[in-house]
């Protein structure tokens, strides 16, 4: 499928490096931008351009992809003359995991600059992003959603459209958190598997192909397994989001004490020296505790 949209993708990390090379597969024209340069200029091979700056990125973009850490982040780098540079019907699609008052203030700086704002991160990782399967969480205007639809295809093998900008956010928060505590329970499961004699193959060998068993499990397991945790999610970004749950979860009065300890086992693997590997390092620090 071409389209004439104009796309500026500001961050090329591991989401946006992926986000921007299924743009450009799906014939749409991509201007990225990154901090550190060398990162960006890979995706010229593949046609995409190369800005100097965000706001050069964003000039005359009919669309503005955000795939970076955080919304402190996010307000440094857009805040400076990024949303004024778009076309004059430009679209903010918000695709980082900002939590809900990251959100909130996000959509505010897009108001203030005249901007249409569209809440949409997104769940899944590498591999999914890599793939153009990742599910987008939308949210904003509803009148956007057919102009947004070429994009959100490129990228995704999902939208769900999830009614005013913030309740993409939300539902963010709620998937991240299935997955915190999958993988401590995970790492805890493992950890005891080896504690006491049992081979970990054995546990998979039990729960395959019944309702027990989960890819997210076989992939996160094995990285455990064989302590090789090339990063598909960082364990620093997953703190963040951790940190960001237990705030929604404080606010709406409901104490999550799962989440917790897990952000608390990410800290200790991030203080180990692991927070640029993949959040399933998070095995090491529970792995530590055997005596
Ligand atoms: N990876 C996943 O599985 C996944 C899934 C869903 C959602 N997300 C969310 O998507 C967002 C991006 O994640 P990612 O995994 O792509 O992260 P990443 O691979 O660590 O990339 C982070 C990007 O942000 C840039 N950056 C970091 N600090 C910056 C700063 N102070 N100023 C300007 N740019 C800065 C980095 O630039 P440099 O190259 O210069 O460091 C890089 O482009 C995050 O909000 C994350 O929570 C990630």
């Given amino acids: 499928m071409s389209s004439e949209a104009r796309v500026a993708v500001?961050?090329?990390?591991?989401?946006?490096?992926?986000?921007?090379?299924?743009?450009?597969?799906?014939?749409i024209s991509v201007r990225v931008w990154n901090r550190t340069p060398s990162r960006a200029e890979l995706l010229a091979r593949?046609?995409?351009?190369?800005?100097?700056?965000?706001?050069a990125a964003a000039r005359g973009a009919d669309f503005l992809i955000t795939l970076l850490p955080d919304a402190g982040v996010i307000e440094e780098v857009v805040g400076n003359g990024v949303l004024v540079s778009l076309a004059?019907?430009?679209?903010?699609?918000?695709?980082?995991?900002?939590?809900?008052e990251g959100c909130e203030r996000l959509g505010q700086l897009a108001a203030e600059s005249g901007v249409a704002y569209v809440d949409a991160p997104v769940l899944g990782t590498r591999q999914p992003a890599e793939e153009g399967k990742?599910?987008?969480?939308?949210?904003?205007?509803?009148?956007?959603?057919e102009r947004c639809r070429p994009i959100f295809e490129a990228i995704g093998s999902r939208t769900l459209w999830l009614g005013p900008a913030g309740m993409g956010s939300r539902l963010k928060l709620v998937t991240n958190n299935w997955i915190a505590?999958?993988?401590?329970a995970l790492a805890e499961t493992l950890a005891l598997a080896e504690a006491i004699g049992v081979d970990p193959a054995r546990f998979f060998e039990a729960i395959e192909g019944g309702p027990l068993d989960a890819p997210f499990a076989r992939i996160k397991g094995r990285m455990m397994l064989e302590r090789s945790f090339d990063p598909s999610f960082t364990l620093k970004l997953a703190l963040k989001d951790a940190r960001l749950i237990l705030e929604a979860a404080e606010d709406g009065g409901q104490r999550l004490k799962i989440t917790?300890?897990?952000?608390?086992?990410?800290?200790?693997?991030?203080?180990?020296?692991?927070?640029?590997?993949?959040?399933?390092?998070?095995?090491?620090?529970?792995?530590?505790?055997?005596?």
């Fill in 10 to 27: 500001l961050g090329t990390g591991i989401m946006g490096s992926a986000v921007a090379r299924n743009l450009l597969r799906a014939g």
């Fill in 46 to 55: 593949e046609g995409a351009q190369v800005a100097e700056s965000a706001a």
């Fill in 88 to 100: 004059s019907d430009g679209v903010w699609l918000q695709m980082s995991t900002v939590g809900i």
């Fill in 134 to 145: 990742l599910v987008v969480l939308a949210s904003g205007p509803e009148d956007l959603r």
């Fill in 181 to 184: 505590g999958f993988l401590g």
């Fill in 260 to 291: 917790e300890v897990v952000k608390s086992r990410y800290e200790e693997a991030i203080a180990m020296g692991h927070g640029e590997e993949d959040m399933s390092a998070l095995f090491l620090a529970v792995a530590a505790d055997r005596c």
